[in-house]
């Protein structure tokens, strides 16, 4: 009769696990439900982000000023020497490609001292516009 009992204790006790691990297999569904539907909000507002920095950035680049003058002329200069972004000039180089020489020169400093961490002497947008036309 010990045996029996035994045998009875054993599966009630083997139920009672069968119902634990069921539980929390349901309890990790759920979970992992939840961490993949957060991941995709996630992924989702960063894209958004993105974008919006994007959108913001260039804006800022069609904006009257100085260096959007500058980066507008290198972008017309790429654009007739087969996307070189190399503004070259000699001494008897015209006046407006010695400035854009000297330009290119100037920001292509700036843009190592940013990428030391020296962020006074370019803005984000800048290098961004650089960036997107492989200027570095």
């Known amino acids: 009769m010990e045996s029996a009992t035994t045998f009875e204790d054993t599966k009630e006790r083997f139920k009672r696990i069968e119902a634990e691990l069921n539980q929390a297999q349901a309890n990790f569904d759920q979970v992992e439900l939840q961490y993949i539907a957060a991941k995709n ?3 989702l507002a960063a894209e958004r982000h993105r974008r ?4 913001f950035m260039e804006r800022q ?3 009257p ?3 959007n003058d500058n980066y507008r002329k290198l972008l017309k200069w790429k654009e007739e020497h087969d996307g070189d972004t ?3 000039c000699t001494k008897d180089s015209p006046e407006d490609v010695k400035k854009l020489n000297t330009w290119v020169l100037r ?3 700036y843009y190592r001292y940013y990428n030391n961490g020296d962020k ?4 984000e947008y800048q290098i961004y516009g ?4 492989g200027f570095v």
């Open 52 to 55: 919006s920095k994007e959108e």
């Open 107 to 109: 920001n292509r400093c």
């Open 120 to 123: 006074r002497h370019i803005k």
């Open 61 to 63: 680049l069609c904006r």
């Open 41 to 43: 909000a996630r992924d």
């Open 130 to 133: 650089l960036t997107e036309i």
């Open 65 to 67: 000023g100085r260096w």
């Open 86 to 88: 190399m503004v070259t």
